[in-house]
């Protein structure tokens, strides 16, 4: 009895043993889920003030655009800068456009919960964005938007940890969706070519990973939902 | 021979030990599970490094859209005092245009910025990738080996040949970026980081740079204004 008894108390002792271990390490401890909540916190009222501040960028814009109508109805002058002004702000995103193109849906594959795979090959990554992008302007694309964000000039695709971030910080999330206006067929075709983008094509293969285009009549891009302003760069006399 | 009430006391014994072992198990496997709960949402949610890159993100936007908000109720201000004066203020419409034809690509430039030497061939996604840092960290301007770069500029390989617009470039590369030189100089060095694995990289501050080289916009075929 006495041996039946030792045997079991051990054994209880070592799982306690055991289960605390167990516990103490992937659970975090209280300070750590008010810090995660707190840094989720700012992150929210960060993102809030972003969209504050871009509604604000636009008024602003609605109101100088009114005040330069209105100069030039008194101008000739005004008139004459006022009209490139307008045919520029087209050429940097700063006007919407619709039209045929093409819109192009990407959404993240399945884990295979593969210890031995670590490659992140199910998701889809800022590069693959840029990727698509890219390979649309090269096929005459005269406007790109991705996920309602429109694609200006000084466009960035780029990351903070897991979120893919374009404009000024606007977080993305899948799926995502490219829309670019441009020739249908050749935009389709461009795509379509085995060549282009050919590892993301094989990672869709290997890991389901949603890659997949439609053509459209009337496609519709938004406007750029900011402006730009230069600090260094000076127009060369 | 046992007598009954041994027999009854060794049972008991027996019950209590597996009664014991069961409860240890039993422990386990609920503290195993909850553990793997904590484990999935901690996936499932981003990690203190995400969040925080974002937020750094998000203050330096929001800064952006601080000042440009700036800027524009200054250009409304010169705008409607001209008016109220009775004439106009063609000069701010001039400089807002130069502003765009500078973005879009389309005027010389100059101003402080770094030069980055890149002695050996490189594949699209690496200049791209170096485009995008350095794009987040302020660039204003950018050219290749007297190619004019802005975002809808198309980068390619075609087989080891790397092509700008359609341009075939060839190595070595000289990168001019115009920005603050201290934020692109930084931006650049983890760049380049990769780069360095395997050719001769060099990255210098300039004062300042001249990007001469200018893109022509096409005119639009298929998309028209609005909405």
């Known amino acids: 009895m006495t041996v039946l008894a030792s045997v079991s108390l051990a054994t209880f002792l070592v799982a306690g043993v055991a289960a605390t271990q167990f516990r103490s390490q992937p659970l975090p401890p209280s300070n750590r889920f008010a810090r995660d909540e707190a840094l989720r916190k700012s992150v929210n009222g960060l993102e809030d003030q972003n969209r504050q501040l871009k509604a604000r960028v636009q008024g602003l814009q609605a109101q100088v655009k009114a005040r330069e109508d209105e100069s030039a109805q008194r101008s000739s002058a005004a008139q004459q800068v006022n009209a490139q002004l307008d045919d520029q702000k087209v050429v940097v995103g700063l006007v919407a456009l619709h039209g045929p193109g093409i819109t192009v849906t990407l959404h993240d594959g399945t884990d295979p919960n593969n210890p031995a795979d670590q490659s992140l090959g199910w998701v889809i990554h800022y590069q693959d964005l840029q990727d698509i992008v890219n390979l649309l302007w090269a096929s005459g694309a005269e406007g790109v938007a991705v996920n309602g964000q429109r694609v200006v000039p000084s466009t960035s695709f780029f990351y903070a940890g897991v979120n893919i971030l374009l404009n000024n910080a606007s977080r993305i999330t899948g799926p995502y969706t490219v829309t670019a206006l441009g020739d249908p067929p050749t935009l389709t075709r461009a795509l379509a070519n085995r060549d282009q983008l050919a590892e993301l094509k094989s990672r869709s293969r290997i890991y389901g990973l949603g890659l997949s285009w439609l053509r459209g009549t009337r496609l519709a891009l938004p406007r750029y939902d900011a402006t730009f302003l230069l600090r260094y760069a000076q127009p060369l006399s | ?165 359609g341009n075939t470039v060839r190595a070595p590369y000289v990168l001019l970026a115009i920005g603050d030189p201290d934020q692109l100089f930084a931006a650049a060095e983890v760049a380049v980081t990769s780069l360095q694995t395997r050719l001769q990289v060099d990255i210098g501050r300039k004062p300042d740079l001249a990007i001469t080289e200018v893109i022509t916009p096409h005119p639009l075929i298929y998309a028209q204004l609005g909405q």
């Open chain 2, 1 to 165: 021979m046992h007598s009954p009430s041994a027999d009854r006391t060794t049972r008991a014994q027996r019950l209590i030990v597996v009664s014991l072992i069961a409860l240890a198990f039993g422990f386990l496997i609920v503290v195993q599970l909850r553990s793997q709960a904590v484990v999935t949402r901690t996936l499932a949610s981003q990690d203190d490094t995400s969040v925080a890159l974002l937020i750094n993100d998000l203050n330096r936007a929001n800064n952006q859209l601080i000042q440009q908000s700036a800027a524009l109720t200054q250009q409304e201000a010169a705008l409607q005092q001209a008016l109220v004066a009775g004439g106009t203020d063609s000069k701010s419409i001039e400089k807002e245009l130069t502003v765009l034809r500078e973005v879009a690509g389309e005027v010389p430039v100059h101003g402080p910025g770094i030069e980055i030497h890149i002695d050996g061939s490189i594949m699209d996604f690496e200049l791209q990738d170096a485009l995008n840092s350095l794009r987040n960290a302020g660039a204003e301007a950018f050219s290749l080996n007297g190619n004019r770069i802005v975002s809808s500029t198309p980068i390619q390989t075609r087989g080891q040949l790397l092509t700008i617009g």
